[in-house]
Nanobody, 121 residues
């Protein structure tokens, strides 16, 4: 019913930048929140950044000041601009969206397939 398509991952040297995109499509009535999580090998999935329907954005402490999350509501798309990348940012990045399928329905969580970000030292 809802698909999240991610793009923009890759390999970059420390100090470099990457931009991730995530576009939501399908039978969407509304998106309450949308953003990114990441999971490094041997570690739990963790929040990177999330933006809510009224524009409030939250970031993990580890990325504050380096990453910027923005949203294009007309396109149901979020963008994660990642600057000053560090080797510890290496992980699979997953897009997440809390989506309502019809008026009055509760939001359900959807996930993208993940995109690899590798930062070399």
């Amino acid at each position: 019913q809802v698909q999240l398509v991610e793009s923009g991952g890759g390999l970059v040297q420390a100090g470099g930048s990457l931009r991730l995109s995530c576009a939501a499509s399908g039978s969407i009535f509304g998106i309450n929140a949308m953003g990114w999580y990441r999971q490094a090998p041997g570690k739990q999935r963790e929040l990177v950044a999330h933006i809510f329907s009224l524009g409030r954005t939250v970031y993990s402490d580890s990325v504050k000041g380096r990453f910027t999350l923005s949203r294009d509501n007309a396109k149901n798309t979020v963008y994660l601009q990642m600057n000053s990348l560090k080797p510890e940012d290496t992980a699979v990045y997953y897009c997440n969206a809390a989506v309502t399928l019809r008026l009055g329905a509760r939001a359900s969580d959807y996930w993208g397939q993940g995109t690899q970000v590798t930062v070399s030292s």
